[in-house]
């Protein structure tokens, strides 16, 4: 079983739509989450760290279930400009901080 | 805002030739990063380091070396390329408080034929 795993998609949706996107994590003992985007071509960049409680960030939410060991993100009214790919991210308890766990990623296409 | 420039956008190497990889960051973080990327793997940790002169390997380092001689700076040396080496490279770095957050560069995209 991979240590992250994502959905690879392509998610296609129209503009205005709202869109999720779940990531399962093996590890039970990680401490720390997140989700970073990758438009084509370019580097990640951090989009959001998850907190136990939930978190939003204008359209972004971010939540975790540590019972079922999977994190989300959410994108209410999509924009062209949200196209990219969302990497779920795991810090895990060993890594220090050092050793991130990435996913594959989920490709999320938003169309006119 | 936090910079980390890599010394190639494209490198096309033959198998065999030694490579070098070099990054740096401007922004004072005490750890640095080399990952690879690949369709259907995603970003996988290559080696890391956390302080000038100390390294720790990552979860693929068979068939790379690297070099910290200066805090800004971070080497990636392939001793002798492989087709298999054929790879985006990315490099990172973040600062030494709680924060997680890595700052990634443009990446390298190194062809070995």
């Known amino acids: 079983r991979k240590e992250v795993e994502q959905d690879p998609g392509p998610f296609n949706v129209p503009e205005g739509a709202t869109v999720a996107f779940n990531c399962t994590y093996s590890?039970?003992?990680?401490?720390?989450f997140f989700w970073y985007r990758q438009d084509c071509r370019k580097e990640p960049k951090l989009l959001m760290s998850?907190?136990?409680s939930g978190n939003e960030d204008g359209r972004f939410t971010a939540q975790l279930n540590r019972a079922s060991q999977y994190i989300s993100l959410l994108i209410r009214d999509s924009k062209l400009s949200d196209s990219a790919t969302y990497l779920c991210?795991?810090?895990?308890?060993?890594?220090?901080?050092?050793?991130?766990?990435f996913g594959t990623g989920t490709q999320l296409k938003v169309e006119l | 805002d936090v910079k980390v420039t890599q010394s190639s956008r494209y490198l096309v190497k033959r198998t065999g030739e030694k490579v070098f990889l070099e990054c740096v960051q401007d922004?004072?973080?005490?750890?640095m990063f080399w990952y690879r990327q690949d369709p259907g793997l995603g970003l996988r940790l290559i080696y890391f380091?956390?302080?000038?002169?100390?390294?720790e390997k990552g979860d693929i380092p068979e068939g790379y070396s690297v070099s910290r001689e200066k805090k800004e700076r971070f080497s990636l040396i392939l001793e002798s390329a492989s087709t298999n080496q054929t790879s985006m490279y990315l490099c990172?770095?973040?600062?030494?408080?709680?924060?997680?957050?890595?700052?990634f560069g443009p990446g390298t995209r190194l062809t070995v034929t």
């Open positions: 990172a770095s973040r600062s030494g408080d709680r924060s997680y957050e890595q700052y």
């Open positions: 590890n039970s003992a990680s401490q720390s």
């Open positions: 998850v907190y136990s």
């Open positions: 991210v795991v810090n895990p308890i060993t890594g220090g901080g050092n050793k991130l766990t």
């Open positions: 922004m004072d973080h005490e750890n």
């Open positions: 380091s956390y302080d000038v002169k100390m390294k």
